[in-house]
């Protein structure tokens, strides 16, 4: 005697057996994509256990935002006298080599801005620098939690400052013929140095900079900064 079953249930072992298999090749699908993406980035499973000398699989991005001063000082008193302006400053790097957690080389810059007003017109000031810094702890990696990390590097800066220079015109006898103004435009070596630490669950950030005179700069730029990381 031959058993029938119904349609509904030869329906539903039909579906079971039409499932199972794809079922089954994206699941291991998805275990060949996990280990190839370990392979590819041992840091993406890193586990508790796991030590801290880990190379980056890849550049890592960090960004921070500071305020502070700069400091401009003719090399030669005959220049005319020193200017303070306060900056604003975005600094964006990449830590492009890591032998460990603890410290890396990055890439990057300090770019600032500053605008101010006086009864003696408006200065607007541009500063760049090219900056490639040595990182310890705090800040080496954007995962990095220590409390205290420390960093300082070399690099070549261009700065900017409309109306800067005061010129004065003069006869054969001394006398002022016309005065004007004329900007500051300036490419020079600089270093950097600056601590970043975690203070009441905040990040903060302190750099200082300053231009090394070389290869002839007529103004020495000093710069002081606060502000916080942004990772």
Do not use: C
């Amino acid at each position: 005697m031959t058993m029938r079953w119904p349609l509904g249930i030869k329906m539903m072992v039909g579906l079971l057996l039409l499932v199972a298999p794809v079922e089954a090749w994206a699941q291991g699908g998805a275990i060949d994509r996990y280990a190839a993406g370990s392979k590819r980035n041992p840091r993406a499973g890193r586990s508790a256990t796991s030590t801290r000398m880990e190379r980056p699989a890849r550049p890592e991005f960090m960004q921070e935002l500071t305020t502070g001063l700069y400091w401009y000082q003719p090399t030669a008193t005959s220049l005319g006298p020193g200017l303070v302006l306060q900056g604003f400053n975005y600094s964006p790097r990449y830590a492009f080599w890591s032998p460990n957690d603890l410290m890396s080389v990055s890439a990057g810059s300090n770019l600032g801005l500053a605008l101010q007003w006086s009864n003696f017109g408006s200065l607007f000031m541009v500063n760049v620098p090219l900056l490639v810094e040595l990182n310890l702890g705090r800040g080496s990696l954007a995962d990095r939690d220590d409390a205290v990390g420390f960093f300082g590097g070399l690099g070549l800066e261009y700065n900017f400052i409309n109306n800067f220079w005061l010129n004065r015109e003069v006869d054969s006898f001394g006398n002022i013929i016309r005065e004007y103004q004329s900007n500051l435009n300036q490419w020079g070596l600089m270093y950097s140095a600056g601590a970043r630490v975690l203070l009441g669950g905040r990040p903060y950030v302190l750099r200082f900079s300053q231009s090394l005179g070389v290869p002839s700069q007529n103004v020495r730029v000093t710069h002081l900064g606060l502000g916080t990381s942004l990772y």
